[in-house]
């Protein structure tokens, strides 16, 4: 089993900055994809972006140039820095940890992420 811890989440104002922790626990394999998604209400789950075991880096084009994901291997703990916030960002951020080798897939609990005035 995989556990996945989120945390960072809160309002901030628009132009503003924060930045997300998951850290996972359990049985992790050295090769894996960590990312992040993001719901905002009435609207599907959308990727915003991922990083492989390897440091292989994809991002929405929504938040290219604005969000920066980086990862700890060691620690089995993935960041989001997000900056220049808009309202448009507004979601529950959800951590996910992708096992391809045996074809699993875990949710972190989601944090909130409010940007308004």
């Known amino acids: 089993q995989v556990q996945l811890v989120e945390s960072g989440g809160g309002l901030v104002q628009p132009g503003g900055s924060l930045t997300l922790s998951c850290a996972g626990s359990?049985?992790?394999?050295?090769?894996?994809?960590m990312g992040w998604y993001r719901q905002a209400p009435g609207k599907q789950r959308e990727v915003v972006a991922t990083?492989?075991?390897?440091?292989?880096?994809s991002y929405a084009e929504s938040v290219k140039g604005r969000f920066t994901i980086s990862r700890d291997n060691a620690k089995n703990t993935v960041y989001l820095q997000m900056n220049s916030l808009v309202a448009e960002d507004t979601a529950v951020y959800y951590c996910?940890?992708?096992?391809?080798?045996?074809?699993?897939?875990?949710w972190g609990q989601g944090t909130q992420v409010t940007v308004s005035s």
């Open positions: 996910n940890l992708g096992q391809p080798g045996v074809g699993r897939s875990y």
């Open positions: 359990g049985s992790i394999f050295s090769i894996n994809v």
């Open positions: 990083i492989t075991s390897g440091g292989r880096i």
